[in-house]
């Protein structure tokens, strides 16, 4: 079982940005080079939204095309931590942002199924002046 604990959500205005983490754990030699990891999104009254997803197991990322160009997911070399670089934010970005994880997965296949049991508990982001 793999533990995921996101942190970094908040009230940012429109045009901000806010940086989320995701510190991941597991079994001993836990490690996220065997799986994919990413952020999915579900605001009021919307479907959960898989926004950015990295495979530490093929070096790929995803990004919905919604967040293209405005957010950064990335990895501190050999740890498991995974960063969400969200910039130049709007309204329709609040939501409330969780953490997967899935092993032997491509970004891809983790953020257009959200095939897993693996999820933190959301951490909440606010775009509103």
């Known amino acids: 079982q793999v533990q995921l604990v996101e942190s970094g959500g908040g009230l940012v205005q429109p045009g901000g940005s806010l940086t989320l983490s995701c510190e991941a754990s597991?079994?001993?030699?836990?490690?996220?080079?065997?799986?994919?990891i990413g952020w999915f999104r579900q605001g009021p009254e919307k479907e959960r939204e898989g926004v950015s997803c990295y495979s530490g197991v093929n070096r790929n990322t995803y990004y919905a095309d919604s967040v293209k160009g405005r957010f950064t997911i990335s990895r501190v070399h050999a740890k498991n931590t995974v960063f969400l670089r969200m910039a130049n934010l709007r309204p329709e970005d609040t939501a409330i942002y969780y953490c997967?994880?899935?092993?032997?997965?491509?970004?891809?296949?983790?953020?257009?199924?959200?095939?897993?049991?693996?999820w933190g508990q959301g951490t909440q982001v606010t775009v509103s002046s």
């Open positions: 597991g079994p001993s030699a836990f490690s996220l080079d065997y799986y994919a």
């Open positions: 997967a994880a899935v092993a032997f997965a491509s970004a891809q296949a983790l953020c257009t199924s959200a095939a897993t049991d693996n």
